[in-house]
């Protein structure tokens, strides 16, 4: 009766040894993962919080996907004595991967928060720009938020103590911006950027002709839309001051685009709108800025080129260039060629091919 007790208690800590070796086994390869838990698949971005603890960010990421175990990543990194290096940051890391792995990458340099890259177009107003964010998926109200800000004051620049909008203040060019990019994120950089590169403006030929920087500013949005070529903006420029200086309209089409959101071909109506950007029906400048105008555009209207020139057409195929004169007789000549040209390339479908490709 005795040898079969002991017997069974061999038998039973013969088999916990078994049990404890199997244990210690799974355990051993639950934590170093000897046949799998490598490299990993997919791509994740992981944002580690300042001050976040071992098992914190073991948690997160379980939840992510990247380990299966917080509690298994811990003890790793516990064994690892690499406790004191684990920091803040943004981390691409993988889907399934070993927590050695995952370990090795956080270890490493944290990266910048994900970013997108968003141009926005010299020459556009904040109509046109709302279009084209929303096109690249951008959330948010662009129009509402170029309403006004605390970050800049127009009246500081000569507007009036109430204008409408931020039109014209709002720097055009590439802004990286974080993922998900805020509109108001946006709008603050492009209004810090107007304040650094507007100030490297010298305005004394336009003080000395009565203009305020406002006044260069509506002026350079102006020419950002007549002008398509830069050696064609100063004298663009210079073709309003004179107009203005006689007390002529500046009678432009781009102001009566934005005055009706037209961007196409005007229509007779369109013409003769009655809204005060209308400067085909309307002496002076038109009350705001018209669109975000680029460096180039600014210091043409800062400094116009010397010509007594008070009109401009576009060249017939001439790629975009402009024809300037002094002589009403000789617009007419250049408008009745260009209209020619007009009918010319309708009569083609539009291609203009007696251009060679270019435009008409």
Not at 190 to 213: C, D, M, W
Not at 250 to 277: H, I, M
């Amino acid at each position: 009766m005795l040898a079969t007790r002991v017997f069974a208690l061999r038998r039973a800590l013969a088999l916990a040894g078994v049990v404890a070796v199997i244990a210690v086994v799974w355990f051993a390869v639950s934590l170093f993962q000897p046949f799998g838990g490598g490299e990993g698949h997919g791509r994740v971005v992981v944002r580690i919080p300042a001050g976040a603890g071992v098992s914190q960010i073991g948690s997160l990421l379980v939840r992510r996907g990247v380990v299966s175990s917080s509690f298994f990543f811990a003890l790793r990194v516990g064994l690892a004595g690499d406790r004191s290096r684990l920091r803040a940051g943004y981390f691409v890391l993988h889907r399934g991967m070993g927590y050695g792995a995952a370990l090795t990458l956080l270890l490493t340099e944290p990266g910048l928060p994900p970013s997108v890259a968003l141009t926005i177009i010299p020459g556009r107003s904040r109509r046109q720009a709302q279009a084209q964010l929303h096109a690249a998926g951008v959330r948010g109200n662009y129009l509402r938020a170029t309403l006004r800000s605390p970050l800049l004051d127009p009246a500081a620049y000569g507007a009036p103590a109430h204008v409408p909008t931020l039109e014209g203040f709002l720097w055009p060019d590439t802004y990286e911006l974080r993922k998900p990019v805020k509109v108001s994120a946006l709008v603050a950089d492009q209004l810090e950027r107007f304040r650094q590169e507007f100030a490297k403006v010298n305005f004394s030929y336009a003080s000395a002709h009565g203009l305020t920087p406002y006044d260069v500013l509506k002026i350079a949005s102006l020419v950002s839309e007549e002008a398509m070529l830069p050696g064609d903006l100063p004298r663009a420029a210079a073709v309003i001051y004179n107009r203005l200086r006689l007390g002529m309209r500046l009678g432009l089409d781009s102001t009566v685009a934005y005055a009706t959101g037209n961007y196409g071909t005007l229509t007779e109506r369109d013409l003769q709108s009655r809204s005060p950007y209308n400067t085909l029906v309307h002496h002076g400048l038109p009350p705001t800025p018209i669109d975000s105008p680029d460096m180039a555009a600014i210091q043409a209207a800062a400094h116009p080129a010397h010509t007594d020139a008070l009109y401009f057409i576009d060249r017939v195929c001439g790629n975009g260039a402009l024809r300037f004169t002094a002589s009403y007789q000789q617009f007419l000549s250049w408008s009745r060629a260009w209209d020619r040209a007009l009918a010319l390339a309708a009569l083609n479908h539009g291609s203009a091919e007696f251009c060679s490709g270019g435009r008409p």
